[in-house]
């Protein structure tokens, strides 16, 4: 009986490593987008495109993620009135039960309005931020820290102004995704734009006093770069912060060469 039982057991296990084998190296898998609620609204000024799973309310945690272009590489065209968002952002709307807020924003821009963007949806049970391409997570971070659970920032860094002029506060839970041959946003900083990754993940770390980190490699996909996650702890404040190194020039926003929005995604719900 027992070995009938671990045959049975090792015919799932390997059915679903296939399965997730699969998902992982087709950019063209199905998502049943009748699933999705896409909004496209302007809160703020900005322009929006809301997406969620139709059987959750707008209790459930949001994601604000803002960027310069609401398509961010498109996948989907889910209806004609929305813009279209990107194929793996709607995908792990439905995976980690969130509600996904993508604002559009030009560099530069006064963070204030974030704040607007979060009272949209009072009823939130919490509200993280992430920035794509920009310094939005850090800006904010420092000047709004108490505004977000936690922060994320994928291909993007500490703007240089915002470097110059403010400091961080308080502590802060970051998490941030960089592929270390960027040609766009280079890892060691873009001149008069942006600081370089290792000064904007320091300036975190230096706030929440975090004294000991441990570095892991993590799986990577077939053919992709290494991936690897060094994780800041040991503050009084309980804040740490996650910095994962992609060895690739990919941006990292489209999960190809790890799957980006579940580590994002879990390190959000931790906070």
């Known amino acids: 009986m027992k070995k009938i039982l671990y045959i049975i057991a090792l015919s799932l296990f390997c059915s679903v490593a296939c ?20 909004v496209a609204e302007n809160i703020a000024g900005h322009e929006v495109v809301i997406v969620k799973p139709n059987d959750i309310e707008f ?7 803002v960027a310069d272009d609401l398509e961010l590489k498109t996948r989907m065209s889910p209806t004609p009135e929305v813009p279209d968002v990107n194929f793996k952002a709607a995908e792990h709307c ?36 992430l ?15 108490d505004t977000f659970a936690a922060y994320a920032c994928v291909s993007g860094a500490i703007d240089v102004e915002p470097y110059k002029t403010l400091s961080f506060t ?16 280079k ?9 370089s990754v290792s000064l904007s993940v320091g300036a975190v770390v230096a706030i929440n006093e ?6 892991s490699t993590l799986m990577p996909r077939e053919g992709k770069g290494q991936v690897s996650c060094t994780h800041y702890t040991g503050g009084k404040s309980g804040c740490d912060v996650k910095l994962y190194t992609v060895e690739s ?23």
């Open 210 to 215: 975090n004294i000991t980190y441990k570095t």
């Open 94 to 129: 439905l995976i980690g039960r969130y509600t996904l807020c993508i604002v559009g924003a030009e560099a530069g821009e006064d963070v204030s309005f974030l704040a607007a963007v979060k009272e949209a949806f009072p009823t939130a049970s919490k509200a993280y931020l």
């Open 59 to 65: 209790t459930a945690p949001l994601v604000v993620v």
């Open 170 to 185: 308080k502590p802060v839970s970051f998490v941030h995704v960089h592929a270390v041959n960027n040609p766009e946003c």
């Open 187 to 195: 890892w060691e900083g873009v001149e008069g734009k942006s600081a």
């Open 249 to 271: 020039a990919n941006s990292g926003w489209c999960d190809e060469e790890f799957e980006v929005y579940n580590q994002i995604w879990n390190f959000f719900k931790a906070h």
């Open 131 to 145: 920035s794509y391409r920009n310094g939005y997570a850090y800006t904010a971070a420092m000047q709004m820290p």
């Open 19 to 38: 399965e997730q084998n699969k998902t992982n190296d087709d950019d063209t898998v199905d998502v049943n987008t009748s699933s999705l609620t896409y």
